[in-house]
């Protein structure tokens, strides 16, 4: 299976700055990866499919790049209501989905 | 809008089988758009793919887990479901329940929509 990992597991930061979450994929995925946010007790929420594009009703603040292994999450001006963990989910394989450990982001 | 909404017992006995249930609301689960899944998450731990299916009866499993599970939906009740047997406590976990769509090519393999979650704990 692929393996993915994220970094930093953590991270705290200030309203307005600029926020990057990292994930590597163990094997080349194309652009097959997905992000997610996940509030304390609720369920994950889709943010970007496909590496960059942006699901619907999601901030302009949210953006994805990357490709092959490396992908990237940036929130371009973090907001209070931005404070979650963050996973990533590759779907190259279909239906053998594997997710990031996560990232908790916390605001100073 | 669709929803999903898991049900079945909170509480499983060591080495039983845990069986939930996904009411689906809003469309039908009758449909070549989407598939339909269960994903979990142990306490404090991240998310963990466990099974898909079509609405034909065409399922998916996560090989970590395919031994003891099993999916299947009901379409005269729009209902899927999932059974997890021979549970540890290391099956304790909250399970979602999630919808992939089909219909946008670059959408496969995102869950778009997921139930609240149901905590189910493993007692010994």
């Known amino acids: 299976d692929i393996q993915m990992t994220q970094s930093p597991s953590s991270l705290s930061a200030s309203v307005g700055d600029r926020v990057t979450i990292t994930c590597r994929a163990s094997q080349i995925i194309s652009s097959s990866l997905n992000w997610y946010q996940q509030k304390p007790g609720k369920a994950p929420k889709l943010l970007i499919y496909?590496?960059?594009s942006l699901q619907s009703g999601v901030p302009s603040r949210f953006s994805g790049s990357g490709s092959g292994t490396d992908f990237t999450l940036t929130i371009s001006s973090l907001q209070p209501e931005d404070s979650a963990s963050y996973y990533c989910q590759q779907s190259y394989t279909p239906r053998r989905f594997t997710f990031g450990p996560g990232t908790k982001v916390d605001i100073k | 809008q669709m929803q999903l909404q898991e049900s079945g017992p909170g509480l499983v006995e060591s080495s039983e089988t845990l069986s939930l249930t996904c009411t689906v609301s809003?469309?039908?689960?009758?449909?070549?758009?989407?598939?339909w899944g269960w994903i979990r998450q142990p306490p404090g731990k991240g998310l963990e793919w466990i099974a898909s299916i079509f609405y034909n009866g065409r399922t998916y499993y996560n090989p970590s887990v395919r031994s003891r599970v099993t999916i299947s939906v009901d379409t005269s009740k729009n209902q899927f479901s999932l059974k997890l047997n021979s549970v540890t406590a290391a099956d304790t976990a909250v399970y979602y329940c999630?919808?992939?769509?089909?219909?946008?090519?670059?959408?496969?393999?995102?869950?778009?929509?997921w139930g609240q979650g149901t905590i189910v704990t493993v007692s010994s």
């Open positions: 809003g469309g039908s689960i009758i449909s070549s758009s989407y598939y």
């Open positions: 496909a590496a960059s």
């Open positions: 999630v919808r992939e769509p089909l219909v946008v090519i670059a959408m496969i393999g995102a869950f778009d929509i």
